[in-house]
């Protein structure tokens, strides 16, 4: 008997539909003979789920402290360079002042004085906020950690196959229905999970 590749591929097409179709059937009655808490466990098994990040950062009193600690920091640190750099000026706007009365060595070696410090105030600007760049994607990376735990269990409790983040500023996800908005209830989960690592 010569088959061709062609009827092949329409006869494994004809019982793939017709394997969907059982299944399906299948399903319905399941589904009919299933009382209406086993329906509703089952339907939310296959529940794909989303977070608002923006809300979820701006509610979790984990994040609402390490953002205020890095904030303190940060001004702290502006603070410190500023008063340096203040520092810095009215030594330069003094050497203006005195140099004209001053020998060319005496110029020379305070110049060479002042480019020194110079130097220094760039470096202290670069060394603090390098060293705030990396305590903040420390604790990025510490908050991502916690939030993608939480979720794992948070889903598995619940039965969500997925769960997906919305933010304004990175919007991959373009709609979804407001019933699959769990953002309230993770918020509320960390926060009491947060209370109970503190203590």
Do not use: H
Not at 21 to 48: F, G, M, Q, Y
Not at 96 to 116: F, G, I
Not at 174 to 181: G, V
């Amino acid at each position: 008997m010569n088959i061709s590749f062609k009827s092949m591929s329409k006869l494994a097409a004809g019982l793939l539909m017709a394997a969907v179709v059982v299944s399906c059937n299948n399903n319905k009655e399941k589904a009919n003979d299933s009382t209406p808490a086993a329906a509703a466990a089952e339907a939310k098994a296959d529940k794909i789920v989303f977070v608002n990040s923006d809300s979820l950062v701006n509610n979790y009193d984990y994040f609402k402290e390490i953002k205020s600690k890095l904030e303190v920091k940060s001004k702290n640190a502006q603070q410190d360079l500023s008063s340096k750099g203040n520092a810095f000026q009215r030594e330069v706007a003094e050497y203006q002042q005195k140099a004209k009365d001053m020998s060319a060595d005496e110029r020379a070696s305070t110049e060479q004085r002042l480019a020194r410090k110079q130097q220094e105030l760039a470096a202290f600007n670069q060394n603090a906020s390098s060293a705030l760049a990396n305590e903040s994607a420390a604790e990025n990376e510490k908050l991502y950690d916690k939030v993608a735990e939480y979720l794992k269990t948070y889903a598995k409790q619940k039965g969500y196959k997925m769960v997906l983040t919305y933010s304004k500023s990175n919007p991959s996800l373009l709609f979804a229905d407001e019933s699959l908005d769990v953002t309230q209830d993770v918020v509320k989960g960390l926060n009491e999970a947060y209370k109970k690592d503190k203590k």
